[in-house]
């Protein structure tokens, strides 16, 4: 058991399990599955009924399951990384060890959580989530999420070949 607890899982096993995600959280505890509205959970508690009306009328008691929903994640990922994991697992490439990685990590950052709260949750919000209950406007953001991709990946394949 613990072999099989170590070694990397096949994708459809993770697959299946992050989609019973979703219908878990909605039907035991009345949430959607995403992870982008933990940005705005912080930044209402940074600006303390402060600043826009996004942030100052968000409901920051009801909003506090988002944070500890992520703070699980990144536990979960740590446990499994350094704890069961066989194999040693580089947290962050060699590039990004310095004052210019960690500038391009945080700016990144930045554009990866503004984007998505602009288009109103993240990749897997949308894709996992958003398409489940059968939104629209999630389907459409996860096709262009796709075209965008590949447009990308072999842009860069085009350009370095």
């Not at 310095?98 to 984007?115: P, Q």
């Not at 996860?142 to 990946?153: Q, R, Y």
């Amino acid at each position: 058991m613990q072999e099989y607890i170590m070694a990397p899982w096949p994708w459809w096993v993770a697959g299946i399990l992050i989609g019973l995600v979703v219908p878990a959280m909605s039907i035991l505890a009345g949430k959607a599955f995403g992870i982008s509205t933990s940005l705005q959970q912080m930044g209402a508690m940074c600006t303390a009924g402060r600043g826009p009306s996004y942030l100052r009328d968000y409901d920051r008691r009801a909003g506090m399951w988002t944070l500890v929903f992520v703070i699980g994640i990144f536990l979960g990922g740590f446990i499994g990384t350094y704890f069961l994991s066989a194999d040693e697992v580089e947290f962050l490439p060699a590039s990004f060890h310095s004052l210019s990685g960690a500038w391009r990590l945080l700016i990144g950052g930045f554009l990866i959580g503004f984007g998505a709260r602009y288009a109103g949750g993240c990749t897997s919000g949308h894709s996992i989530t958003g398409i489940a209950n059968l939104n629209w406007p999630s389907l459409v953001a996860t096709i262009f999420f796709f075209v965008g991709g590949l447009a990308v990946t072999w842009g860069a394949v085009l350009l370095a070949g």
